[in-house]
């Protein structure tokens, strides 16, 4: 079970990090195609917000694991 | 029971070695030179289907190269950087994570934030800055892999470990003076083997295909050195006229994967403690 919900996460993790080629290729507007639209227009500030979310959209999706493991199994303490 | 179990690691083991041979023998082995252009024989199709040549066993791809003879030779590239990457990030991988997640506090955090770090990162843009400062090769193929591999297994062991070291047997072991490094390698890693046993076959899997989208960019070996994943691209765009150029290298990933998961499965019946009990 805790193996399960590590996976999940990671896989969450980068799903919802938007997949950057996936939105390139079917053109989808989501954050994958801003990134890659903001680095071809140079728009520097823009390309570190969206990193940056996407830093913390894992941060906090391992955060939430974290919180898991120990509502399945008690005996996990931090 | 125990002739199944066997026979699983039997079938995996020879699959391994039959296509560990073909790596190293593939000079031996190959019909063709892999890089030998037929024109006129393009687009064959597989010896026993109308239209097929007995010279070309599995078919021909588009510019007339004898696809059995490139898959023979890819093999070489592609399982090397499958099994060197698989492991390698797996030791990193395992290490960091049992040792995070027994010591706990401020190991726990650091290795954590450096897993982050690396998670954060988008896979492509860590292998085109490496490729970028280190030059084209299968050696820093490899450490691109790795470097987005490893973070897998160390959040799959921490995440087990730290459910592990809080079980009854371990504070036995405790109670009984067994240090640290002795409870972590004895009692505690051998339970999280079942896990590592599954991701790394998984990875070896998709490094392969990995492999193959950087060489498709242009940042993995060298075009003209064969590999199944660089095959499976080439052939993509024949796919509807030529499916032989796909089949083919996409069988012999599936047969690696295959032959992986059985051995993997039946090492895993002989070293996971839980099983072994049964017995």
């Known amino acids: 079970m805790i193996t399960i919900v590590t996976i999940l996460g990671l896989q969450l993790g980068a799903l919802l990090n938007g997949s950057v080629i996936t939105e390139t290729v079917f053109s989808y ?37 974290d919180f898991l493991y120990s509502w399945i199994d008690p005996r996990i303490k931090f | ?93 395992c290490t960091l994570g049992a040792v995070a997640g027994y010591f706990g506090n401020v190991t726990d955090d650091i290795v954590s934030k450096i897993s982050e770090i690396f998670l954060a990162f988008p896979f492509l843009l860590i292998a085109i800055a490496i490729m970028a400062f280190l030059g084209q090769g299968v050696v820093n ?29 371990v504070t036995a072991v405790k109670a009984l003076g067994g240090r640290d490094g002795y409870v972590l390698l004895r009692h505690v890693v051998p339970n999280t083997v079942a896990s590592i046993t599954v ?13 193959a989208s950087l060489s498709f960019l242009g940042l993995g070996v060298p075009a003209h050195i064969p590999t199944w994943g660089s095959m499976l691209s080439e052939g993509r765009s024949y796919i509807n006229r030529a499916p032989w150029l796909t089949i083919f290298p996409g069988l012999a990933i599936f047969i690696t994967v295959f032959g992986i998961n059985l051995l993997g499965d039946g090492l895993r019946d002989i070293f996971d403690p839980k099983l072994r009990r049964q017995r």
């Open chain 2, 141 to 169: 193929l490899i450490m691109a892999l790795m470097l987005s591999r490893w973070v897998q297994y160390c959040r799959v062991v921490r995440g087990e470990v730290l459910s592990i070291k809080e079980r009854d047997f």
């Open chain 2, 199 to 211: 991701i790394a076959t998984f990875a070896m899997a998709i490094v392969i295909i990995s492999e």
């Open chain 2, 1 to 93: 029971m125990i002739g199944f179990k066997h026979l699983k690691i039997w079938v995996g083991g020879i699959i391994l070695v039959v296509l560990f041979v073909c790596g190293v023998a593939s000079p031996l082995l190959a019909p063709h030179d892999p890089q030998a252009q037929t024109l006129e024989d393009r687009l064959r199709p597989p010896r026993w289907a109308e239209n097929g040549s007995p010279a070309y066993l599995l078919g021909t791809d588009n510019l007339g190269r004898d696809i059995l003879s490139r898959i023979i030779y890819g093999s070489r590239i592609s399982l090397l950087v499958g099994a060197a990457t698989v492991i390698f990030a797996g030791l990193i991988g």
């Open chain 1, 29 to 65: 507007p989501g954050i994958g195609e801003l990134l890659i639209q903001s680095i071809s227009a140079r728009d520097y500030k823009l390309t570190q917000v969206l990193i940056l979310f996407f830093a913390v959209i894992y941060f906090v999706v391992n955060l939430l694991t």
